[in-house]
């Protein structure tokens, strides 16, 4: 397994190509990801959405046409890639496969979607097996806002005391910043939950 990551846009959004067995699966390529993704996969098989704001779906739609493959998010974010959001009109484009909770299987590799809510209804963890990507879930040493529309606080507490409860450590790599681990987030679990 291999991954390659590069902050995009004005919010830096880190999009990522992580490669099993010769296949390459696009996470969250934001705005003007396209070009870095052509020039760095040889093998694309899937478009993997953490979450539907638009700074982690933007190029979702060029990349469906160059490519042709599937985009996956979670069912309950699937309406964030259809409409204009925060008054930026965004490329649209349409989810092929809407996720819930657990394993699913893309040309051949077996994908683990981890529901986290809270910084967007169908926000996820994808876990690759060897390390997670964390959408705006988790980042080092802080956690998703919750002041946006569609957020919610009180499912992010919850999803937090999920988080705290994991018991296995991996690498994450989260939507925007330096990766992290589980273990090194979980110690500040407990102030989120006090500042939420």
């Known amino acids: 397994?291999?991954?390659?990551?590069?902050?995009?846009?004005?919010?830096?959004?880190?999009?990522?190509?992580v490669t099993v067995?010769?296949?390459?699966?696009?996470?969250?390529?934001?705005?003007?990801?396209?070009?870095?993704?052509e020039q760095n996969v040889t093998n694309p098989v899937a478009i993997l959405n953490t979450h539907g704001h638009f700074?982690?779906?933007w190029d979702n739609a060029q990349l469906k046409k160059m490519f042709n493959i599937p985009i996956v998010i979670h069912k309950s974010d699937a309406f964030f890639l259809e409409r204009e959001q925060f008054g930026i009109p965004l490329p649209k484009s349409k989810?092929?496969?809407?996720?819930?909770?657990?394993?699913?299987?893309?040309?051949?590799?077996k994908i683990n979607f981890l529901h986290f809510p809270g910084h967007t209804p169908g926000s996820c963890v994808i876990d690759f097996g060897d390390f997670w990507c964390s959408g705006d879930f988790i980042f080092e040493g802080s956690i998703g806002r919750v002041d946006f529309p569609f957020?919610?606080?009180?499912?992010?507490?919850?999803?937090l005391k999920r988080f705290k409860a994991i018991s296995y450590d991996k690498p994450i790599y989260p939507g925007h910043g330096n990766p992290t681990t589980i273990k090194r987030e979980q110690q500040y679990v407990n102030y989120w939950l006090k500042a939420l």
């Open 21 to 37: 067995n010769g296949k390459d699966f696009i996470v969250d390529p934001g705005v003007g990801a396209a070009s870095w993704v």
């Open 151 to 159: 957020s919610d606080p009180q499912a992010m507490k919850e999803s």
């Open 95 to 109: 989810a092929d496969i809407e996720v819930e909770e657990g394993e699913i299987e893309i040309a051949g590799e």
């Open 1 to 17: 397994m291999k991954l390659k990551y590069q902050p995009m846009g004005e919010y830096q959004t880190n999009c990522y190509i």
């Open 55 to 57: 700074d982690h779906i």
